[in-house]
């Protein structure tokens, strides 16, 4: 297995307010790029929400191989958004990329 870590972004279509963010956050905290080298030394955050309402996901994701870990991130992503309360019309998702693979692991 590889650490890899992923980049999910996305478009907010009603506002994030503090609770749903803390929510969200709860809910990525277990696949936060911190935990890796690369996500350390890069000063990751898990999430990073941009003017208009796009965002972007980060999360270390633990798989066999890049197709793998790109799906896995956007379960994680999708499962956390709708943990907050977000619908999948209400914060669709892009396609995932690879930001990095920590060679560390």
């Known amino acids: 297995m590889t650490a890899y870590v992923i980049t999910v972004p996305g478009t ?5 307010d503090a609770d749903s963010r803390a929510a969200l ?3 990525l905290r277990p696949a936060d790029p911190q935990h890796t080298a690369l ?7 898990m999430l990073t929400v941009h003017e208009g309402g796009t ?9 066999d191989n890049k197709r793998a870990a790109e799906t ?19 914060a669709p998702l892009g396609p995932a ?7 560390e692991y």
Do not use: N, P, Y
Request: glycine share 10%; charged share 30%; hydrophobic share 45%.
């Open 12 to 16: 907010l279509l009603r506002t994030l």
């Open 25 to 27: 956050l709860r809910g």
């Open 39 to 45: 996500g350390e030394a890069e000063d990751l955050d």
């Open 55 to 63: 965002f972007s996901i980060r999360l270390e994701i633990e798989a």
């Open 72 to 90: 896995e991130a956007k379960r994680v992503a999708g499962a956390a958004l709708t943990q907050a309360g977000f619908s999948v019309d209400e």
């Open 97 to 103: 990329f690879v930001t990095g693979i920590d060679s």
